[in-house]
T-cell receptor, first 112, second 114 residues
Framework: AQSVTQPDIHITVSEGASLELRCNYS??????LFWYVQSPGQGLQLLLK??????LVQGIKGFEAEFKRSQSSFNLRKPSVHWSDAAEYFC??????????FGAGTRLTVKP | DAGVIQSPRHEVTEMGQEVTLRCKPI?????LFWYRQTMMRGLELLIY????????DSGMPEDRFSAKMPNASFSTLKIQPSEPRDSAVYFC????????????FGDGTRLSIL
């Protein structure tokens, strides 16, 4: 079965600084990869997804992620963080068996 | 378009009581998922349905938990009897088509068992 690891539990960045959230997956074939964001008291909102094609995918709110097969990674990036980006971010990996696995999440704090 | 709708948003009840959580998926979606989120265990898949039929309930923690989907627009997750360790946020999500498509989440039900 597939699995996903988010090595960073909590990250703090200054507003305007760049951001990279790490995600590593384990799966024998090409996985389906997703990033979600969760604001307090809300459900998970899809930021972006990858399942084939261009390995650099663009999402909503200015986020992007790059699939690197050689590193089994799907890191999320944003060039300039806004205070409203403070939230919890989840990486997820899916496969043809309908089993989607979520990482433990990375909590992002944005300093003014 | 309306997203996934869950009710109630908050539920506080005493141990031993029956709890029923409700979910209305996005119209046209043929998959429905129930998750539980806690600080200790993160996001756990409890059960999922395809075309109203339960496909995998291996994540349901105990026989106290049951889920139904009587039609394409409604599902329930029931806990009877409830225990304090069931306190968590329960999410419903729905999806259309193959597993390369994203799941769409509701805002969750925050359940507190006293």
């Amino acid at each position: 079965a597939q699995s996903v690891t988010q090595p960073d539990i909590h990250i703090t960045v200054s507003e305007g600084a760049s951001l990279e959230l790490r995600c590593n997956y384990s799966y024998g074939a090409t996985p389906y990869l997703f990033w979600y964001v969760q604001s307090p008291g809300q459900g998970l909102q899809l930021l972006l997804k990858y399942f084939s094609g261009d390995t650099l995918v663009q999402g909503i709110k200015g986020f992007e992620a790059e699939f690197k097969r050689s590193q089994s990674s799907f890191n999320l990036r944003k060039p300039s963080v806004h205070w409203s980006d403070a939230a919890e971010y989840f990486c997820a990996v899916g496969a043809g068996n309908n089993d989607m696995r979520f990482g433990a999440g990375t909590r992002l704090t944005v300093k003014p | 378009d309306a997203g996934v709708i869950q009710s109630p948003r908050h539920e506080v009840t005493e141990m031993g009581q029956e709890v029923t959580l409700r979910c209305k998926p996005i119209s046209g979606h043929d998959y429905l998922f129930w998750y539980r989120q806690t600080m200790m265990r993160g996001l756990e898949l409890l059960i999922y349905f395809n075309n109203n039929v339960p496909i995998d309930d291996s994540g349901m923690p105990e026989d106290r938990f049951s889920a139904k989907m009587p039609n394409a627009s409604f599902s329930t997750l029931k806990i009877q009897p409830s225990e304090p360790r069931d306190s968590a946020v329960y999410f419903c999500a729905s999806r259309s088509g193959y597993s390369n498509q994203p799941q769409h989440f509701g805002d969750g039900t925050r359940l507190s068992i006293l």
